[in-house]
């Protein structure tokens, strides 16, 4: 279900009582809201992921990313926004988190003692450790000081990365806890740290300088190297959600989407399309249906799609976007390699795509439902149901809706590629004011 622009994280598997599923990112958001926490929260993610958080959440703070790195140029990246750009001051505390994990929402609570730990502790990094409710190699271990608890909080001693059972064990009669990826330092002490490995440590230059920076984790850039880590146990749920066998093991319902279970056992179905899918006497399986692929796999083999599902790298065949929704739904090459894509379109009330125009494409759009405004260059006309719009090479163009609108949309080029889009930042009014946009 994953692709380049619609990442784990934005899935909308996690149950919601009441309500539709949410992806990991909603709940979070949600869950940093009742903690009082999110007006202080930035979310940081490639650039080719900020429509699908903006449809998500709406126009929350965001840190975008020139391109994918690892973790440390990410948050070096973060940190030098809320300096220069934010003007955030250099003494205060920032805490990293990921998103993918299932959490009570005490754990949110935690996460905003994390800055009260770093200033009595006067350590470099504060990290929040899980104890541990099994011994797994499927986590990294921090082993941590035996003496009493100060405070809360206990001295880091070491770092384990996914140990053996057998030491698994040991670590945990040791008192050592689940590294859970969440960690705390003053803004001062990276910029610090930039300037001592004469890396950029203004935003500006280290935009300019991302793709050149170490291809590092966080771990390994900085926490691996200080000398002075404390951690704040947490103990609740926390449950890494890096499988489907575990996901699954989240879900009150057995099937998400259009089907029937029958005389099967710990099956759990996500069908993505609107044709049924039945499934018959199965024990412990996962089917998943999208339209970028299908998986029937035993729950205990599921941890191993990643190795298979690699090869393939094809165009995401789902998206959500700021104005709304699209699915792939055929794509040919012609004889004379002439591409045709069509795609099924969905336009939220009162959103509408960027003002945009190709060189190698011709676009045809037919409305299947609602009402809307089609621009093209800077002509303005109303489309309704049955309406077919001919969009030529080098047109500007968008579509607004007034209502919900479905179209069809039929691309037919040379090369259908995301860099023969060119579009502009212009909002809706001001595309109507400037009808010979260049």
Not at 51 to 56: A, M
Not at 192 to 206: G, I, V
Not at 343 to 367: A, C, F, M, N, P
């Amino acid at each position: 279900m994953s692709n380049d622009s619609r990442s784990k994280q934005f899935l909308r598997i996690i149950k919601n009582p009441g309500g539709p599923p949410l992806s990991m990112l909603q709940k979070m958001w949600h869950q940093l809201e009742l903690a009082d926490l999110s007006t202080d929260t930035f979310v940081c993610a490639s650039r080719a992921q900020k429509d699908i958080i903006e449809y998500q959440l709406g126009n929350v703070p965001f840190i975008e990313e020139p391109e994918r790195r690892d973790t440390f140029p990410a948050i070096a990246l973060a940190s030098l926004c809320l300096k220069d750009i934010h003007q955030v001051d250099p003494s205060e505390v920032v805490v990293v988190m990921p998103i993918d994990h299932e959490v009570e929402d005490a754990y949110f609570t935690d996460i905003a003692k994390l800055e009260r730990v770093l200033k009595d502790s006067q350590a470099e990094l504060a990290l929040m450790g899980v104890v541990p409710t099994e011994p797994t190699s499927k986590f990294g271990y921090i082993h941590v000081a035996d003496n009493p608890p100060t405070q809360g909080w206990k001295q880091v001693n070491y770092f384990v990365e996914k140990p053996p059972i057998d030491e698994a064990e040991r670590l945990i009669e040791e008192g050592a806890l689940w590294n859970c990826g969440v960690f705390s330092f003053q803004l001062s002490s990276i910029i610090e740290y930039l300037k001592s490995n004469h890396w950029p440590d203004t935003y500006l230059d280290f935009v300019r300088e991302f793709s050149n920076l170490p291809n590092l984790s966080f771990d390994y850039a900085v926490v691996e190297r200080s000398t002075s880590i404390v951690v704040l146990p947490y103990q609740g749920k926390w449950k890494d959600i890096g499988t489907w066998e575990a996901l699954t093991e989240e879900w009150d319902e057995p099937l998400l989407g259009k089907g029937e279970l029958i005389h099967c056992e710990d099956t759990h179905v996500v069908n993505e399309f609107g044709v049924p899918l039945i499934a018959m006497g199965l024990k412990n399986t996962i089917i998943v249906t999208t339209p970028d692929g299908m998986l029937v796999a035993d729950k205990s083999m599921s941890g191993k799609i990643k190795e298979v599902a690699g090869v393939w790298h094809d165009r995401p065949m789902v998206e959500e976007r700021f104005w709304g929704t699209y699915k792939v739904m055929d794509y040919q090459k012609l004889e004379d390699s002439t591409e045709v894509l069509t795609k099924w379109v969905e336009i939220d009330t009162g959103k509408h795509l960027k003002y945009q125009k190709h060189q190698s494409r011709v676009e045809i759009w037919t409305v299947v439902d609602g009402a809307g405004e089609v621009v093209l260059n800077g002509q303005v006309r109303i489309v309704r149901p049955g309406d077919v719009v001919t969009i030529s090479e080098n047109t500007w163009h968008t579509i607004r809706a007034i209502t919900k609108l479905r179209i069809v949309e039929v691309q037919r080029g040379r090369e259908l590629v995301e860099e023969d889009v060119q579009r502009s930042e212009l909002s809706w009014d001001e595309i109507l004011l400037r009808p010979n946009y260049n």
